[in-house]
């Protein structure tokens, strides 16, 4: 029986294998490419606390989705992350019954519903307390969670926490063993009862269940022994002086090889750990419905996290067929009425790679009464105000988060963390309209653009982990790329092989810092001809074939650069490099007029350019005007048009230009139709 079961699985991964490897490439110019997961809404609902009148304000909305997490573990606040009890209460000990009441509650309040259902993978407190930590680790907060005063989430837990030292914890036999053995039996319980309800699952596991490790890549003894095996070099330690760079921004890679390496292992450990947990998981459900987790947030991790965190690894659990889908939240600094939002990761990677994205909308409305505390407990990112603290900006912020989704092909769920936080007739108005338009344009995606960002993850092991580089070449790049009024697309630069580039006329290799022999190869034979305009944003190639120069950069861009500053004036220096253009940015921030001025030079067609954000593809553009005011779009193609959120017509005749006039803080949604 057993031996059936291995066999089966090696068919279906290698079935699964041959579908990513064939699916999501960018479709030609001019046709239509749907990244929905195949028959999954594109809205969902979400709490940790499931309580009866939000589940069933989403119900009445038309939200047939329901993401739940049975989970075991407490969260950075020290309040358990469910409202029900523990599923996993000891060893080899399972209160099912809980799990019964959590999906038989939801299903009470929607009945009809399908669920995704989240498994927690993390220690709980009394495995900790079994394991190396202190007795009373989390056991006030397991018994009076609303208790004032209680120490820090991982004080006494000896290392032996999951939530805090995944990077350790993941090396730990017993650890390994007996998450996979709890996980099993999860599994094996829900897809015999609940099989015909479940329709996603999601691995969680680390800080805040997304794959964090937050010891800033601190080893303790398995990861010390663990890294030397990895280098082949018995008795070797973790150099000391591991965050020490030889050159300023920048580690040498010969003076600096060892450093590098950790960097590499530490990210390494994390995803092995992933696709570990994925492998095992697939011996159960076989493939029956897609299995997601939250990782890579390559566009939203910054300085003194990206390099630590164990998300950088992200390429090799994007390509595996182990995984349908990655989510992650919405950005964190621009969520504000007037910002632009924004998604962690390269999203288009994804699809890229046949894989779905969801975007998750958690955003602290005036709807709360306190936006700091659960009871006396202060929420993750306490000291933060509301996110959105008046129903203008509430409904214009979730209707942009929409709008973003919707136009980038993602999938959404709205994220009531601990209930409440859309508790208002009109915001639920609102969410009843969004759920039929994301029924209406199901199967659409990200279509066709002009230009293309290519992040590159291997550059990253090679810069300052506290550098603001990753905050003003990714993270805020992304800001200026929603404001510059242009249709574009996101991808890790290891995804360029599979990537058709013909409708690309401007490339944006915002971090390629380290240039190797076959990235130079694939970068020519994919990139650098056509006439492409390519943008490399301050010292790309400075570290070339395994030597790190500032002179080398010239061999990339054509431009001599004798100081790598990062506070120098901003210049966009254009060479004609034959065949190709190249424009070196000589800092690493790119407003959106600069940018804006070279897609427009290139001959990228701009929908507006007032500096809104904006979002399209080749259905839905859609735009969110802080401050209100008139503004003109411009089509490449005539179009009838017509407002979505209002499902009022803009036009009765194909038009090529329109002008519309926004309140402060609206959102509007625009179908663009042939007919």
């Known amino acids: ?72 573990t407490i969260c950075s606040v020290n309040v358990p992350y469910s409202n029900y009890p523990q599923i996993w209460t000891g060893p080899g000990e399972y209160n099912w019954q809980s799990l019964d009441d959590h999906i038989g509650d939801v299903l009470k309040w929607n009945p009809e519903a399908r669920l995704m259902v989240m498994v927690d993978l993390n220690t709980p407190g009394w495995w900790v307390r079994s394991h190396g930590g202190d007795g009373s680790f989390l056991r006030l907060a397991e018994t009076a969670p609303d208790a004032p005063n209680m120490p820090g989430r991982s004080e006494g837990c000896g290392g032996a926490d999951s939530f805090c030292h995944l990077a350790e914890v993941v090396l730990r036999d017993d650890f390994k063993r007996d998450a996979k053995e709890y996980m099993r039996r999860f599994l094996e319980y829900t897809e015999s009862k609940y099989r015909d309800k479940i329709v996603t699952y999601q691995l969680s596991c680390g800080g805040t269940c997304e794959w964090y490790d ?177 129903r203008p900006e509430a409904i214009g912020a979730l209707r942009r988060e929409f709008a973003m989704a919707m136009t980038h092909g993602s999938h959404l769920w709205w994220f009531d963390m601990f209930g409440g936080w859309f508790d208002d007739p009109e915001i639920m108005a609102n969410m009843k309209k ?83 022999p076959e990235k130079r190869k694939l970068l020519e034979e994919k990139l650098l001809r056509d006439g492409r305009t390519i943008v490399l944003s301050f010292a790309p190639g400075i570290i070339t074939d395994g030597r790190y120069d500032p002179a080398n950069i010239e061999l990339l861009a054509g431009v001599k650069v004798e100081d790598v500053n990062p506070s120098q004036p901003q210049e966009a220096v254009y060479r004609d490099r034959g065949g190709w253009t190249s424009v070196l940015l000589r800092r690493p921030q790119m407003p959106p007029e600069l940018l804006r001025g070279i897609f427009l030079k290139a001959g990228v067609h701009v929908y507006c350019e007032q500096g809104d954000p904006f979002y399209a593809n080749d259905e839905l553009i859609a735009l969110h005007s802080g401050k209100g005011g008139r503004r003109t779009f411009r089509l490449p193609e005539a179009r009838r048009v017509t407002e979505l959120f209002e499902d009022r017509q803009v036009s009765d005749r194909p038009v090529v230009e329109f002008t519309e006039t926004f309140v402060p803080m609206e959102t509007r949604l625009y179908w663009l139709r042939r007919d």
């Open 434 to 516: 969004m759920t039929a338009i994301s029924e209406r344009f199901a199967e659409t995606g990200p279509g066709k653009a002009e230009v293309a960002v290519l992040a590159d993850a291997d550059s990253m092991y090679y810069v300052d982990g506290h550098s603001r580089l990753a905050d003003s070449l990714l993270r805020e790049l992304q800001f200026s790329m929603f404001q510059a009024g242009v249709p574009w697309r996101c991808y890790s630069l290891a995804d360029l092989p599979k990537l058709d580039m013909a409708a690309c006329k401007v490339a944006i290799l915002p971090n390629l810092f380290v240039v190797t």
């Open 1 to 72: 029986m057993l031996l059936a079961r291995y066999a089966a699985m090696a068919v279906m991964i290698a079935a699964l294998a041959a579908a990513v490897a064939t699916a999501g490439q960018p479709a030609p110019a001019g046709e239509k490419q749907s990244t929905r997961m195949p028959g999954i809404p594109r809205i969902a609902y979400r709490s940790f606390w499931p309580q009866e009148r939000y589940n069933r304000q989403f119900a009445e909305a038309g939200v047939k989705l329901v993401f739940i997490y049975p989970a075991n």
């Open 214 to 390: 937050w010891q800033k890549g601190n080893p303790g003894p398995l990861k010390q022994a663990a890294f030397a095996r990895w280098m082949g070099r018995p008795g070797l330690g973790v150099p000391a002086d591991r965050e020490k760079t030889t050159h300023p921004l920048f580690y040498d890679p010969v003076k600096d090889a060892d450093k590098i390496a950790y960097w590499r292992f530490h990210n390494r450990l994390i995803a092995d750990a992933m696709l570990d947990f994925a492998a095992e998981a697939q011996r159960i459900i076989a493939g029956r419905v897609p299995l997601g987790t939250f990782h890579g947030y390559i566009m939203e991790l910054g300085a003194h996290r990206l390099l630590y965190e164990g998300h950088l690894d992200y390429d090799r659990v994007f390509q595996s067929p182990l995984l349908g889908y990655n989510t992650e939240p919405a950005d964190y600094a621009n969520r504000r009425g007037g910002g632009t939002g924004g998604f962690l990761y390269a999203i288009d990677s994804l699809f890229a790679n046949g894989k779905g994205a969801w975007h998750e909308v958690d955003h602290r409305t005036y709807c709360l009464k306190n936006s700091e505390n659960i009871g006396t407990r202060r929420l993750t990112g306490g000291g933060k105000r509301f996110d959105l603290p008046s």
